[in-house]
T-cell receptor, first 112, second 112 residues
């Protein structure tokens, strides 16, 4: 199916474990983004990518790592999960000439 | 710094009109966006303003005043399904990155 997908949709992990959240889009959009959404903070940008092999930090990058070896994939890795990283994570993409960002369905991550 | 303010919650009656305000202070401006987000779902794009004035799209309209750092989203003929969070977001200048800064959102409850 065309669109933007995220996996897993739900994840429970323990403090100190490594976790990777996947994001895949079928539109060949240049830009991809990772946000986290927490009560009282709204959506905050973690990392973004303007093209394959080009990534940059957003507002809250600490504790996260990203890569973009292929245009369609933009995985987000928590190298050593902490309780403060419990959140809902949204991936988004947009085209070069597009004003709109399209959001994936989100991943609800709980770190115990 | 960058700051986007919108009311936390609003309540309105089915069939009525409601206006959700957003004020912003950002380093540069290259567009203001409104997104709708139903509980447990991803944000979806509603509107985009880059020039001053009103943009109308069916029951939804969005207004922008760049000199005042102010926007509003107007929802007419409210329906129960309009109960959702409404997110205001600003794109700073250097728009090649398509990065957005989001406000914390306004939770709208539509009552019968």
């Amino acid at each position: 199916d065309a669109g933007i997908t995220q996996s897993p949709r739900y994840k429970i992990t323990e403090t100190g474990r490594q976790v990777t959240l996947m994001c895949h889009q079928t539109w060949s959009h240049s830009y991809m983004f990772w946000y986290r959404q927490d009560l009282g903070h709204g959506l905050r940008l973690i990392y973004y990518s303007a093209a394959a092999d080009i990534t940059d930090k957003g507002e809250v990058p600490d504790g996260y790592v990203v890569s973009r070896s292929k245009t369609e994939n933009f995985p987000l890795t928590l190298e050593s999960a902490t309780r403060s990283q419990t959140s809902v994570y949204f991936c988004a993409s947009s085209g070069t000439s597009s004003n709109e960002q399209f959001f994936g369905p989100g991943t609800r991550l709980t770190v115990l | 710094g960058q700051n986007i303010d919108q009311p936390t919650e609003m309540t309105a009656t089915e069939g009525a009109i409601v206006q959700i305000n957003c004020t912003y202070q950002t380093s540069g401006f290259n567009g203001l966006f409104w997104y709708q987000q139903h509980a447990g779902e991803a944000p979806t794009f509603l509107s985009y303003n880059v020039l001053d004035g009103l943009e109308e799209k069916g029951r939804f309209s969005s207004f922008l005043s760049r000199s005042k750092g102010y926007s509003y989203l107007l929802l007419k003929e409210l329906q129960m399904k309009d109960s959702a969070s409404y997110l205001c977001a600003v794109r700073g200048y250097g728009g090649a990155t398509n990065k957005l800064i989001f406000g914390t959102g306004t939770l709208l409850a539509v009552q019968p």
